[in-house]
């Protein structure tokens, strides 16, 4: 198994421009979430899902969409990229049988930084 | 919301000195959960505590849960180069995880 993988690995935007960060999971998680971490921020959840064609807002979600067609899938899309979304993002996923509280798993990571 | 801090920020020890990480929330938890963070790394689930008062140990690291459910640490006994990393807290609320902003371990041979 796979696990939680996550493309691209690194990308670079200019201001304004709009990319969609894809994360896949191959252990039939319900739950999966969208984290970014800044240097001494630690984790910021930013969007997650409970399920299939469900998302809800995480702490930070403003600037960012996500979409959830596939059970496997999660996406996240900047709209409009600006400087301060420069940070690394990570996809995770957890099963649903420990109610949403079992151990995440975490994907390796989006280095993004936008210009 | 739920806050979740997490001392201290940055630690620094000699290879065979102890260490330990303390949690604090700012609301009742369901559960905590440890992470630890290589550099260059993904978060790694390291242990689940639930219980009031709960202890868990693994190898040289001790894990504790608060009487009140809202506090907790992480114990290192004799570190090891290897145990380099940012360990994460995480409690359970309401709803989702909160992490702590996570405590940097170096430890120099």
């Known amino acids: 198994n796979a696990g939680v993988t996550q493309t691209p690995k690194f990308r670079v935007l200019k201001t304004g421009q709009s990319m969609t960060l894809l994360c896949a999971q191959d252990?039939?998680?319900?739950?999966m979430y969208w984290y970014r971490q800044d240097p001494g921020m630690g984790l910021r959840l930013i969007h997650y899902s409970v399920g299939e064609g469900t998302t809800a807002k995480g702490e930070v979600p403003d600037g960012y969409n996500v979409s959830r067609l596939k059970k496997q899938n999660f996406l996240l899309g900047l709209e409009s990229a600006a400087p301060s979304q420069t940070s690394v993002y990570f996809c995770a996923s957890s099963s649903l049988s420990s109610g949403g509280e079992g151990e995440q798993f975490f994907g390796p990571g989006t280095r993004l930084t936008v210009l | 919301g739920q806050q979740v801090m997490q001392i201290p920020q940055y630690q620094h020890v000699q290879e065979g000195e102890d260490f330990t990480t303390y949690c604090n929330s700012s609301t009742t938890l369901s559960n905590i959960q440890w992470y630890k963070q290589r550099p260059g790394g993904h978060p790694v689930f390291l242990i689940q505590l639930v219980k009031s008062g709960e202890v868990k140990k693994q190898k040289r690291l001790t894990f504790q849960f608060g009487e009140a459910k809202k506090n907790s640490s992480l114990h290192i006994t004799a570190t090891q180069t290897t145990d380099v990393g940012t360990y994460f807290c995480?409690?359970?609320?309401?709803?989702?995880?909160?992490f702590g902003k996570g405590t940097m371990l170096l430890v120099s041979p």
């Open positions: 252990m039939n998680h319900e739950y």
């Open positions: 995480a409690g359970l609320g309401y709803s989702t995880l909160t």
